[in-house]
Every structure is written in structure tokens, then in C-alpha cells.
């Protein structure tokens, strides 16, 4: 600390590290307790009812944890949920079953892939390894995640076939398989 013309100045390291600390605590809130199913987040390039062709949407590649190329517009064409996940959270790591699960059920008529972010490339890899059935993608730079306009894990986008998102946001494991079983309907 130091005193300049009568003010208390605070080291800027220390200024950094309070951001750092704030922001560690905004990113971890989105994983500390039950998400409410009413909330849905959407971003202002990415909306519910979109008519953006797939083309634009999924016009992207990406590393899958397994370190393959994937590439976006294999997708067109039939409904997608995209899954967005963190290592650390509890809520992600609740929800892997139920979403492996969905994968194997309506396998041939939804693609189901995973995008895992918010923490070091290492760390979605080795989790993301453990995930069977579906892709999983390393977007630990967030570039799939900014696409889309998510910003909190366990967030879903729901594309239907035509290529418009019908839902970004959280769901639950009821309210997820129905919005997909009302899709391949």
C-alpha cells in the first residue's frame, strides 16, 4: 500500500487479483446450485425460432478431446443438441448419463455432442475422455461456446433440423427428452 497525496493506493496486483476472484465466483455460481428450468439464455445472434441456415450456425471445427477434427456442418440436416460442459461442475458431471443416454435413444435422428470449456484444454480432455456414446469437443478457448452465445455451464442449444435454434439455456433430463421427442415426432 501506498499513499499518494493523501489516498489509499492498493498495488495493482492486488486489484487483479479481486477481478480474478470475482470473476472465478461469477463462472462457479452458474454450477452451484439447482438451475431453474424457466430460464432460458439467449444471445442476441442466437435466439429460439432462429431461421439462420445450418450452413452459418454450424459452419465450424473443432478438436474433439480425442484430439480428431470435427467438423460443424456434418450436423445439418437433422435436429442437434448441443451440450455445453465444464470438468468441475457438479451439475455437468450429474447430467453425463442421462445425456449418454438420450444419445443412444434417438441415435440415426438427433446428433448429440458435447462441448466442453471454462477450464484448461488438459483438464475438458481427460473428463471429456470418460464421456461414451456422443463427441466431445475441446473448446477450451470458447469459440463454440462465444457461436453460440453461451455463458454458463450446463447450458443446452437445441437446433431442430431446419437448422433453427428451438431452445438455448438449461433443462432438465424430462424437459430435454421431450423437446427432442417433440422434434423427431
Not at 60 to 75: E, I, K, N, P, S
Not at 97 to 125: M, T
Amino acid at each position: 500500500m501506498t499513499t499518494t497525496g493523501g489516498r489509499l493506493e492498493l498495488p495493482r496486483r492486488r486489484s487483479v487479483t479481486a477481478s480474478g476472484l470475482l470473476l472465478t465466483a461469477v463462472v462457479v455460481s452458474g454450477c452451484a446450485g439447482t438451475p431453474s428450468t424457466g430460464n432460458t439464455q439467449t444471445a442476441p445472434e442466437v435466439t429460439a425460432g432462429q431461421t439462420a441456415a445450418p450452413a452459418d450456425l454450424l459452419d465450424f471445427t473443432a478438436r474433439t478431446v480425442t484430439g480428431a477434427t470435427f467438423d460443424g456442418r456434418r450436423l445439418a440436416g437433422k435436429p442437434v443438441v448441443l451440450w455445453f460442459w465444464s470438468p468441475w461442475c457438479a451439475t455437468c458431471r450429474a447430467q453425463a448419463g442421462w445425456v449418454s443416454a438420450l444419445a443412444d435413444k434417438y441415435a440415426g435422428q438427433v446428433s448429440v455432442v458435447g462441448v466442453g470449456g471454462l477450464d484448461e484444454s488438459a483438464a475438458v480432455r481427460d473428463y471429456g475422455a470418460t464421456l461414451r456414446g456422443f463427441p466431445q469437443l475441446d473448446d477450451a478457448k470458447g469459440k463454440i461456446w462465444t457461436r453460440f452465445g453461451v455463458v454458463v455451464q450446463s447450458s443446452y442449444v437445441v437446433l431442430d433440423a431446419a437448422g433453427r435454434v428451438q431452445h438455448q439455456g438449461y433443462l432438465d433430463s424430462d424437459e430435454l427428452d421431450r423437446r427432442v421427442a417433440q422434434l423427431v415426432g
